[in-house]
């Protein structure tokens, strides 16, 4: 009996497989009737239904489940990088962004003196520019306000433009303390001290890959300490820390935009990012005239492209070759 069923399942099954090719017809019938090919094979499961794990041969472990990455462990103690001495810009010349104006810092007997030339516009012609030499040109005493952020600190008390000097490495960031103008009725001059004062960029371009290359130990000195500072302060004492490494990236690209040819060297985005890190070290409890640094801002990092023929956008558009 069961033989016989055998023998007329291909006559039942062919009105139907006679529209199919004979050779696909022999061979998906006889896969399916001896369990072989295709029909040997298991069955594949939907897409987004996870498989279960295969066990592993006799003798063999299971291997080990894919790790969950964990968050980077925060700092024990602050990255210190070596603090700047007021000494590295006496007698410089400096200049805002590297350009226009005059600010030479100097010794005098146990103080300090200093040569400032701001920099501005004519009130009546504001497309005119002009310069105003404070005290006539004369050295204006600075009084020395120790390192409340790091870094050494002057001050330039009254007169019509009181301003906050802070040494960096090779340059000087000024900040005008009654607003970002100044206003010289007399000489008919407003001028805008704020901003980097430091060399011009034709003295900065060769040292591009110096520059370059301590970037990245400024950028993780800051993200570091400021982690840490994170951890140890809590509720309203975080709050504006929170908001100062927030704006961080804003002020630094606003500061250095207008620095000449900041795009060829970096100069500038590199001195902020290090007072960034003294700031925040000093919040911490260090002492950046006596500690020992802890970290370099000599990180390595890829090398710079080969030069390019193009346009310098920070020269206003004239042919220049990237070094």
């Not at 987004?48 to 003798?59: D, E, Q, R």
């Not at 407003?190 to 060769?206: D, E, V």
Request: contains cysteine; hydrophobic residues 35%; proline residues 12%.
């Amino acid at each position: 009996m069961r033989l016989s069923r055998v023998f007329l399942l291909p006559l039942l099954l062919s009105p139907v497989l006679a529209s199919v090719p004979q050779s696909a017809v022999a061979q998906s019938f006889f896969e399916e009737l001896f369990g072989i090919g295709r029909a040997a094979k298991p069955p594949v499961p939907p897409r987004g239904v996870p498989s279960a794990p295969v066990a592993p041969p006799p003798g063999e472990a299971m291997p080990p489940a894919a790790e969950v990455p964990k968050s980077p462990p925060v700092p024990r103690q602050p990255v210190v990088l070596k603090a700047p001495s007021e000494d590295n810009v006496m007698g410089q010349d400096l200049q805002l962004n590297g350009l226009t104006g005059s600010l030479k810092l100097e010794k005098s007997g146990s103080g300090t003196t200093a040569r400032i030339t701001l920099p501005g516009n004519k009130i009546s012609q504001p497309v005119e520019a002009c310069k105003v030499p404070l005290n006539g040109g004369a050295p204006v005493a600075v009084s020395s306000e120790g390192r409340p952020e790091g870094v050494g600190r002057f001050e330039v008390a009254g007169g019509e433009c009181p301003l906050r000097l802070d040494v960096l490495d090779g340059a000087v960031l000024v900040r005008a303390l009654s607003g970002s103008v100044c206003t010289f009725a007399a000489a008919d001059c407003a001028t805008t001290p704020t901003g980097l004062w430091g060399p011009p960029a034709a003295s900065l371009i060769p040292r591009a890959g110096e520059f370059e290359g301590a970037r990245g130990g400024a950028d993780r000195a800051v993200r570091e300490n400021y982690k840490l500072m994170s951890q140890r302060l809590k509720g309203q004492d975080l709050r504006p820390v929170v908001t100062e490494q927030a704006a961080f990236s804003s002020d630094r690209e606003q500061l250095c935009r207008t620095y000449a040819r900041e795009g060829a060297h970096g100069f500038c985005n590199l001195r902020f990012t290090e007072a960034r890190a003294l700031a925040l070290a000093t919040r911490l409890g260090v002492n950046t005239s006596t500690a020992a640094p802890t970290a370099t801002a000599t990180t390595p990092r890829p090398r710079r492209k080969p030069p390019v023929e193009g346009m310098n956008p920070d020269a206003g558009g004239s042919p220049f070759v990237e070094q």
